[in-house]
């Protein structure tokens, strides 16, 4: 295995990542930084190069008893490797999933739906519907001044996404349509003819639900 020869892992891992991006780093590099600190007789590069070995060996539900047999590594450094590898999986699960149905859209958007605040979402969409990357643009009451037409496709232009799903959460625990979220949507599927990149898809979700603008043919019709 491809080693990077430093002296001090976590200051030099921590400046490679700084310089070169985290993207840069090997994964021993990326486990140092998650633990920050080893233990006098089982140094960080060390353990972070067994923890990697575990980590390639191990299945993910036996991967924290996997860690705690290693020297050192204690409950709260297998945890924490553990909720650094859920949270990537998280935060990457969507990526290239299609999307046929708004069903499809809501595993991937769900965590929104608990906040307390609404989020404005921009789904980007390829050729064949599949997830591009998933943006909040806005946090705050859905309104026409909150919701720019610049923010919504800025990111979906420099993807060359082929087209956009639009979501936001509703803390009320209602997922109908305010009339502000109607407005806000006549006003951004109109700018998204003129940008060339269709709307499919306007879903509001909460806790219990979700409200699709398409299934329940609210703006999105041949008409309109």
Known sequence: MMKYNYLNKKLDAREKALERGIGALFDSELVCLILGTGTKDFPLRLMSEKI??????????????DLQRLKGVGTGK????????ELGRRRSSHLRAPIT???DLIPFVRNYAVSPKEHFIVV???GSHEIIQIHVTSVGTLNRSLVHPREVFSEAI????????LCHNHPSE??????D???????LVKASKVIGIPILDHIIIDCEGYFSFM????LFTEEN
Do not use: F, Y
């Open 101 to 103: 149905t708004p069903k």
């Open 158 to 165: 420099q993807e060359k996404s082929a087209a956009i799903i």
């Open 78 to 85: 297998a945890l924490a490797v553990a909720a650094a590898l």
């Open 52 to 65: 990697v070995d575990v980590m390639d060996e191990s299945e993910s539900c036996e991967l924290v008893k």
């Open 181 to 187: 979220d109607i407005e806000t949507t006549r006003m």
């Open 215 to 218: 299934e329940h043919k609210i």
């Open 174 to 179: 209602n997922c109908s349509p305010s009339s």
């Open 124 to 126: 980007t969409l390829n």
